[in-house]
């Protein structure tokens, strides 16, 4: 990718601009309008909203809306370029969604060069490896830093309505900026690399230049991703040339990214819980083939729950692979299943959305799906599908009324009488006391469950542990039935 080559700026870059008289909306005129050779570093402040890239909703929808009371982005153009962006956020409640209460976080986020790290609020820091392409573009995709690179690297442009559209490559990292006739960098176009989405445009939206204490810059930045808003933010002040200094924390620097480990714990016999991390996957053993129930994450996580799969049950092929729902973090795993030959079974809201998402290109981060040459191929839920190989059914309900997503899904054994199920339910600790406020998505499972009639014994959360019915309903204050009090009895005696 050689992302710090964006930071190499030619040591002419001056000299070349210097009494430049190219015609208005070109990249010369532009850089010497908004004095980019003079502009090495900046940071600008605001208010706006914030997106959840990848948690919609609703399938194929708009990210979910945080409401941005303090935003700080602050870059160096440096070799290697650095940025930092400080935000503080709060959920905003859709009226017509049943949500957990809205917890106020505070972002603070770092880039230099090839590294990037979080600092949270109590001062842990956390290494960001994949965040690095992100954050840098977000750095040189700023109107000074566009101009300055893309002067740097050589960048072609052509005329384009009364301006011109600018493009410059580095490694297969490519930016596209428009200019207007003001001398106004009115748009940045890029491309991030994502598991689900493949190939993901990302264009930053400038307007509204106005003069803050002697520095043109835009008084509106709107940046989509994925098609959607994740970031509209209104100047309120900037500030040229502040003195950036980041210096890289040590376990930044020594941090290498821990193996991929799938934990086995047999639920029943032929049912296995492969545990790992903050996500799970359920593996069941039918007569001639296997399930499996979530592929979370990434094509590495599903990739090493299918060899998982196969160490413990050798010689079956993987027939089928459970979605929950689209969110990313459960659905980042699933295209190396497509690779294996499994059909996708999920709901059928969802299976207009991953065929457009996996036909996107894979250009910037080719995998096993994209190479390997077979397509996908679904089966869809509607409010129940069983599938069975004659001896074990497993039943696939649609989890109703839940302010979580639509077409959630939640899987149900009923000769084991285990439930699994993603976000809908994340068990507290062993000791921990039941909130004050049930969280709403768990009252929606107990209320799922009871309406269906099933008769649940074991929960295999996706993120968690193994719990019961009498710990879910413990969490959201609900007495346990009379005639489960009484088993239970029987049972200790």
């Given at each position: 990718m050689h992302l710090k080559k964006l930071g190499m700026l030619s040591v002419g870059l001056a000299m070349v601009l210097a009494g430049c008289s190219e015609p208005a909306g070109t990249l010369p005129a532009?850089?010497?309008?908004?004095?980019a050779p003079g502009t090495t570093s900046i940071s600008f402040t605001g208010t706006g909203k914030w997106y959840q890239f990848g948690q919609a909703p609703v399938p194929g929808q708009a990210w979910p809306e945080f409401a941005v009371s303090a935003y700080t982005q602050t870059v160096s153009y440096s070799d290697p370029a650095?940025?930092?962006?400080?935000?503080?956020?709060?959920?905003?409640?859709?009226?017509?969604?049943?949500?957990?209460?809205?917890?106020?976080?505070?972002?603070?986020?770092?880039?230099?060069?090839?590294?990037?790290?979080?600092?949270?609020p109590n001062g842990t820091i956390a290494a960001q490896p994949g965040a690095v392409q992100e954050r840098i573009v977000e750095a040189w995709a700023t109107p000074h830093g566009f101009l300055r690179s893309a002067t740097a690297n050589k960048a072609t442009g052509t005329p384009a309505n009364g301006g011109s559209e600018v493009s410059f490559s580095v490694?297969?990292?490519?930016?596209?900026?428009?200019?207007?006739?003001?001398?106004?960098?009115?748009?940045?176009?890029?491309?991030?690399?994502?598991?689900?989405?493949?190939?993901?445009?990302?264009?930053?939206t400038y307007s509204d230049y106005k003069d803050f204490n002697g520095v043109r810059f835009p008084g509106r930045i709107v940046r989509t991703q994925g098609g959607h808003p994740v970031l509209e933010i209104t100047v309120a002040s900037v500030t040229k040339n502040p003195t950036v200094a980041y210096a890289v924390p040590d376990d930044v620097k020594s941090y290498a990214a821990p193996p991929i480990n799938v934990e086995v714990e047999q639920l029943a016999d032929g049912v296995y819980y492969l545990k790992g991390g903050s996500h799970h996957s359920i593996l069941i053993d039918q007569a001639d083939h296997l399930v499996i129930?979530?592929?979370?994450?990434?094509?590495?996580?599903?990739?090493?729950?299918?060899?998982?799969?196969?160490?413990?049950?050798?010689?079956?092929?993987?027939?089928?692979?459970?979605?929950?729902?689209?969110?990313?973090?459960?659905?980042?795993?699933?295209?190396?299943?497509?690779?294996?030959?499994?059909?996708?079974?999920?709901?059928?809201?969802?299976?207009?959305?991953?065929?457009?998402?996996?036909?996107?290109?894979?250009?910037?981060?080719?995998?096993?799906?994209?190479?390997?040459?077979?397509?996908?191929?679904?089966?869809t839920v509607g409010d129940k599908h069983v599938l069975t190989d004659g001896k074990r059914p497993i039943e696939l309900h649609a989890i109703q009324g839940s302010g979580h997503a639509d077409g959630f899904l939640m899987v149900y054994l009923p000769n084991e009488k285990i439930l699994s199920e993603a976000d809908a339910y994340s068990p507290l600790a062993p000791d921990a006391p039941p909130p004050a406020t049930p969280n709403p998505y768990s009252v929606n499972l107990h209320e799922n469950i009871?309406?269906?009639?099933?008769?649940?014994?074991?929960?295999?959360?996706i993120h968690g542990r193994r719990v019961t019915m009498t710990d879910l309903r413990r969490d959201i204050g609900v007495p346990e039935p009379v005639a489960a009090k009484s088993k239970a009895k029987a049972k200790a005696k």
């Open positions: 532009a850089s010497k309008a908004l004095d650095a940025g930092r962006v400080e935000m503080t956020r709060l959920q905003v409640i859709d009226p017509n969604r049943a949500r957990p209460a809205p917890v106020e976080a505070k972002v603070d986020q770092y880039v230099v060069g090839e590294m990037a790290w979080n600092v949270a490694g297969n990292l490519k930016l596209t900026g428009s200019i207007n006739a003001q001398n106004e960098v009115m748009r940045v176009l890029s491309q991030f690399d994502n598991p689900v989405t493949g190939d993901t445009p990302v264009e930053f129930v979530e592929g979370p994450q990434s094509p590495a996580r599903g990739q090493a729950v299918i060899d998982k799969a196969k160490e413990l049950v050798p010689n079956k092929p993987i027939r089928y692979v459970v979605n929950t729902h689209v969110h990313f973090d459960h659905s980042g795993g699933l295209r190396p299943f497509v690779a294996e030959g499994a059909t996708i079974v999920t709901h059928e809201s969802a299976r207009p959305f991953y065929e457009a998402a996996w036909g996107n290109p894979r250009m910037l981060g080719p995998d096993s799906m994209s190479t390997g040459g077979k397509p996908a191929t679904f089966e009871e309406r269906l009639g099933l008769d649940v014994a074991a929960i295999a959360p």
